[in-house]
């Protein structure tokens, strides 16, 4: 299936949005928003469980006050971040969490995080930035995997805080 989100605020105790779906186009993703708010308050506020589904995020704020992560991508699907604005003040977790080699995409928006990474790539995932704020108020802007790759795009006006008020914390 598909979801669309334009002009609605959903907000949950547990998942805002969980998506099983498939579709993996920017065209036709398995879930777009492009205005509202989604909100979670417990879980995850968008949670990509599919294999190969596209969370679409072209507008629109997501939020995430609890104790995870806002955005998690679970397995091989793609979060495309084109314009929203993610911001994460749980105790836990990161903005975007990358689990497995699922695929970041950040061309234009804010990724904000008041505790933890803006993206963490835990694995063997890509993140791709050609545009864009990444900021984390406590951590890094990006933490990479091990196996995992960033790759900025040239020209790239992004906007990565890697060491946040002068000092790495790790």
């Given amino acids: 299936g598909k979801v669309t989100v334009s002009g609605a ?3 949950a105790k547990n998942y805002g949005i969980y ?3 498939t579709a993996n186009t920017t065209s036709a993703p398995a ?3 492009t205005s509202g708010n989604v909100e979670s308050t417990g879980a995850t506020s968008i949670y990509n469980d599919a294999t190969e589904g596209m969370v679409y995020l072209t507008g629109g704020t997501i939020k995430q006050a609890g104790a995870n992560s806002t955005l998690y991508n679970n397995k091989t699907g793609t979060i495309q971040i084109s314009g929203a604005t993610i911001t994460h003040t749980a105790t836990a977790g990161s903005a975007i969490f990358n689990y497995s080699t699922g695929k970041i995409n950040v061309t234009s928006g804010t990724i904000t995080s ?3 990474y803006g993206i963490n790539n835990n694995a063997a995932g890509t993140i791709t930035i050609s545009g864009g704020s990444i900021t984390s108020n406590t951590s890094n802007g990006i933490g990479n995997g091990t196996t995992g790759s960033i790759v900025v795009t040239g020209g790239s006006k992004a906007l990565i805080n890697l060491c946040p008020e002068d000092a790495c914390l790790n």
């Fill in 19 to 21: 998506n099983l779906g």
């Fill in 31 to 33: 879930v777009k928003v």
């Fill in 114 to 116: 008041s505790k933890g």
């Fill in 9 to 11: 605020t959903i907000t």
